[in-house]
């Protein structure tokens, strides 16, 4: 293992802040992984795991050891009928591995195309995405304990999944790495997803009308370039903040005073506002505040437009919190990790 010091973080994060971390490795395999742990120069010491960095904003310099994680691999499990199980190694980036399963003819995770980041943040946040989550294909996570050095295998109902959240961010936050996904995909899908109104949208400027899962991956590509910034050329994590879920009385209200208002059905008794729609409401769309800001084509994005800090890109973020607060009476909650 070899540590490095003064480590700068600006090209492994996708907001591409200017902090560093005071020490830094890597890993590419489960043994390097369990070495590094049990190496005294991290055993009881502040360490973060990094992956693609894609979801994470550092307000300031990291003061511990981040390691990053570089396991890769994809392997086909077992076959039964028309189903495949596929295991993907937590280091392999999100997007690379729905293009190869697109590419294998393996429907699933088609809706989930250019979601940044990699495999292994996709349990912890159970990333979602024009009417897919990762819950609804996901078999099993492997992961290993940070204190035992054991290897553990959650199965879906164990990963207590919710929106955006899982047991990774909740009862065992911080005591599990995630090693690798195993999801359950459909070699011969009867039909695809289009529930999600803009996806029938674009098939329809594509001149498609009998889909496949390449056209819906094409599809979400074409609506989330259209919409999301590219971090390679503009700072940002994609969706700063979850839409909010509120009772439907609450709802009531707010539809009374804003006809207008973007919602979707949630669970029983609850609805889903579209956050993006909030915050533009309050006029932060396209606002800019020194190098930080909010996209100009999608307020639901933070940016980083050169070199703002971290902290003035939070700054900006507790902003827009008070400001939706303050006209709809409902607390946005960031979906970005805070360090």
């Known amino acids: 293992m070899r540590l490095q010091e003064h480590f700068p973080l600006k090209d492994i994060t996708t907001f591409h802040a200017k902090v560093y971390a005071k020490h830094y490795t890597e890993f590419a395999s489960i043994d390097e992984l369990k070495e590094i742990l049990s190496s005294p120069e991290v055993k009881g010491k502040q360490f973060m795991i990094l992956g693609g960095g894609s979801n994470v904003l550092f307000t300031g310099d990291y003061t511990g050891i981040i390691i990053r994680n570089a396991i890769k691999g994809i392997e086909i499990i077992k076959e039964e009928g028309n189903t495949v199980f596929i295991k993907a190694r937590s280091g392999e980036k999100w997007h690379d591995f729905v293009l190869y399963c697109v590419s294998k003819g393996y429907a699933g995770i088609e809706n989930l195309s250019l979601i940044p980041g990699t495999v292994g943040a996709g349990p912890i946040q159970n990333i979602g995405a024009y009417g897919v989550e990762l819950k609804d294909v996901l078999s099993e996570v492997e992961a290993l304990n940070i204190h035992t050095l054991e290897v553990r295998k959650f199965s879906n109902s164990e990963c207590n999944f919710g929106y955006r959240e899982s047991i990774f961010k909740g009862k065992e936050k911080g005591n599990y790495i995630i090693l690798s996904v195993t999801l359950k995909l459909n070699k011969d899908p009867k039909k695809v997803n289009t529930t999600y109104g803009t996806i029938s949208k674009e098939l329809e400027v594509m001149g498609v009308s009998n889909p496949t899962i390449a056209d819906i991956s094409k599809a979400v590509i074409n609506i989330r370039s259209s919409k999301l910034p590219d971090p390679e050329k503009i700072g940002n994590a994609g969706s700063f903040f979850k839409n909010p879920i509120i009772a439907n009385a609450q709802f009531e209200k ?30 932060w769309k396209g606002k800019r505040i020194g190098d930080a800001g909010v996209h100009k084509d999608q307020a639901l994005v933070l ?4 070199d703002a800090t971290g902290k ?28």
């Open 254 to 283: 707010l539809k009374a005073k804003f006809p207008d208002i973007v919602s979707f059905a949630a669970h029983e008794g609850h609805t889903k506002l579209a956050a993006g729609w909030l915050i533009e409401q309050c006029g």
């Open 303 to 306: 940016v980083n437009y050169g």
């Open 312 to 339: 003035e890109i939070y700054d900006i973020s507790t902003q827009v919190i008070k400001s939706v607060k303050d006209k709809f009476d409902v607390e946005l909650e960031r979906e970005v990790n805070m360090i």
